[in-house]
């Protein structure tokens, strides 16, 4: 069964903290995603992965970054949370191309005090 | 960057009458286009992959695609109160997806 595992599923940190949210795929997709999702701002898309340490900068990448060290695991990495990323974070992963299917986590909800 | 306008923002159906939303996009810079639906607190679920004009079935959902007018439609057939969600539709080029803020269905019994 095709899975896109996200965790932990709930995340409350004070501003400052440093967060780390981790995502795993069980497809050998090669590529991979990070978006995060407001109310009235939809889903961005923060970064893209293409493979292993080849990571793209997506529409909203400020105060984020990313680390791809194995093709089925995707980090998500907050250095010094803000308040303003308080937010549903979704991995997705797809298997490449161009035209394939994402297929999503079921989110990180974060806090940021 | 494409912006994606999702049509209504909200819409209340009975059980088994036909429900449609509406996509519309900025530009015409997507070449590939699929509806996703979202329960509450739960991940995106895909329902409809389309990537050239005409119509796309899957189930009880079927996708339309006009590039010139540049617009997707997605029509539910029967909906139950089970799909009561919120949908999203999304264009995509190179793998990229930009999505629509969606719409919230409510299929009554």
């Known amino acids: 069964d095709m899975k896109v595992t996200q965790m932990p599923r709930y995340l409350i940190k004070r501003m400052g903290e440093n967060v780390l949210l981790e995502c795993g795929q069980d497809?050998?997709?090669?590529?991979m995603y990070w978006y995060r999702q407001d109310p009235g701002l939809g889903l961005q898309l923060i970064y893209i992965s293409y493979d292993v340490d080849s990571n793209s900068e997506g529409d909203i990448p400020k105060g984020y970054r990313v680390s791809r060290k194995k093709r089925e695991h995707f980090s998500l990495i907050l250095d010094s949370a803000k308040t303003n990323q308080t937010s549903v974070y979704f991995c997705?992963?797809?298997?490449?191309?161009?035209?394939?299917?994402?297929?999503f986590g079921s989110g990180t909800r974060l806090t940021v005090l | 960057q494409q912006k994606v306008q999702q049509s209504p923002e909200s819409l209340t159906v009975s059980e088994g009458a036909m429900a449609s939303l509406n996509c519309t996009f900025s530009?015409?810079?997507?070449?590939?286009f699929r509806w996703y639906r979202q329960h509450s607190a739960k991940g995106l679920e895909v329902l409809v992959s389309?990537?050239?004009?005409g119509e796309k079935e899957e189930g009880r959902f079927t996708a339309h695609l006009n590039r010139a007018n540049l617009h997707v439609s997605l029509h539910i057939r029967e909906p139950q109160p089970s799909d009561s969600a919120v949908y999203l539709c999304?264009?995509?080029?190179?793998?990229?997806?930009?999505f629509g803020d969606g719409t919230v269905l409510t299929v009554k019994p």
């Open positions: 997705a992963s797809s298997g490449g191309g161009g035209a394939e299917t994402l297929y």
């Open positions: 389309i990537f050239s004009d």
């Open positions: 999304a264009g995509g080029n190179t793998g990229k997806l930009t």
């Open positions: 497809m050998s997709h090669e590529t």
């Open positions: 530009d015409g810079t997507s070449n590939n």
